[in-house]
């Protein structure tokens, strides 16, 4: 005969993350910002030869260590949004949520790219093979159109959670769709992702959890 599980037999369920996972998990993210930010290279595609050869004029040990410190940044982003989809369905489930998480989703795919690419460009330069740096400074350079994708669904797939559940105060959710709306919009689009580290910070802070979170 079949026996039905009880609250003693069930497995252990893990607990939803509390303010201080968030809070710690934003406070990383932002940290790996700045150092990201700091020591990235502004490579276009128009940009001289010599000077992408000088943006990545150091040695293997350095270009490791960033290549690391990038990957541990996608792997933030991801718990992140897992986290805050969590919190953001405790109001009410809705299928925003999931835009969200998704979108979160989709920006560490994008910095992923970003990191493998700048790996890949100090090979090429260390290689000295001008043809492949090249073409991968024209990859880097419209290496800023999925990130555009991402924001809008982060932005606004939250900001719509926050206005039609109450899950973010109204101005952080008012905030988020126009951020998310402009996202798209050429020179524009550079607000939304200098604000991305505040804005998860200020979303870990705020988020409505559980009283027990």
Same mark, same amino acid.
């Given at each position: ?63 490791? !260590?960033?290549?690391? !410190? ?144």
């Amino acid at each position: 005969m079949t026996q039905l599980a009880t609250p003693e037999t069930q497995a252990p369920t893990t607990g939803a993350p509390g303010r201080r996972t968030l809070v710690g998990l934003a406070g990383a993210i932002l940290v790996c910002y700045v150092v990201m930010l700091g020591t990235g290279s502004d490579v276009h595609a128009d940009t001289k030869l010599a000077d992408i050869k000088g943006f990545y004029d150091y040695d293997q040990t350095t270009s490791q !260590v960033m290549s690391y !410190v990038g990957m541990v940044f996608v792997a933030l982003v991801v718990f992140f949004g897992a986290a805050v989809r969590h919190a953001l369905r405790q109001s009410r489930a809705t299928w925003l949520a999931d835009v969200s998480f998704f979108g979160f989703g989709a920006l560490a795919a994008t910095f992923a790219s970003w990191v493998v690419t700048d790996s890949a460009l100090w090979r090429a330069v260390d290689y000295g093979d001008e043809s492949s740096i090249r073409s991968l400074a024209a990859i880097s350079d419209a290496g800023f159109l999925p990130l555009m994708a991402s924001m809008i669904a982060v932005y606004v797939g939250t900001g719509l959670v926050g206005l039609t559940t109450g899950a973010i105060p109204k101005w952080l959710a008012v905030t988020s769709v126009g951020i998310g709306v402009v996202a798209p919009m050429s020179i524009l689009g550079f607000i939304g992702a200098s604000l991305l580290p505040l804005w998860v910070l200020a979303l870990a802070i705020t988020v409505r959890l559980e009283p027990s979170a």
